[in-house]
């Protein structure tokens, strides 16, 4: 079997002498991905975004790794985002941070966290936002019938 690797990301592609999948195995990765309501993004140990991902870049108005090239420190570079800035760097030391941010006149919820690579050296960061919508209701989100 042969493996590729992206990012820290292990996708097996088959064997060799085998059939070849018919459909790209990060398919289904990819569509859910893109449809989740909320922020997904990497960085570098610069900080520098690799990837900008999931449905809610959409209503920003921002296309699937628009974002790529673009240093958080510009992105973000009002003093109302040093928690968010703060947070990265945290990662970068090995920590997985929760914080909020307002961003576009929406409000997120996120998790910031190390992003390695197959030797557990710390490469970047990952992260995942969500809109901060209703407040959460009390009791069970699932209920027996």
């Keep these: 079997m042969k493996q590729w690797e992206l990012r820290g990301v292990t996708v097996d592609v088959g064997r060799p002498d085998g059939p070849r999948p018919s459909v ?16 997904f993004w990497t960085t570098d140990a610069e900080l520098v975004l ?7 870049f959409d209503r920003l108005g921002l296309g699937a790794n628009q974002l790529v090239g673009t240093r958080l420190a510009e992105l973000f570079e009002s003093e109302q985002y040093a928690e968010l800035i703060d947070a990265h760097h945290r990662a970068l030391a090995g920590s997985s941070v929760h914080f909020e941010a307002r ?16 030797a557990e050296q710390i490469i970047g960061t990952i992260c995942v936002a969500v809109e901060k919508g209703q407040p959460e209701r009390e009791g069970p989100i699932w209920s027996e019938r």
């Design 103 to 118: 961003w576009a006149g929406q409000s997120f919820r996120a998790r910031v966290a190390p992003l390695r690579d197959l």
């Design 50 to 56: 690799t990837s900008s991902l999931g449905a809610e």
């Design 24 to 39: 790209d195995l990060l398919d289904p990765l990819r569509v859910l991905v893109n449809q989740v309501p909320a922020l």
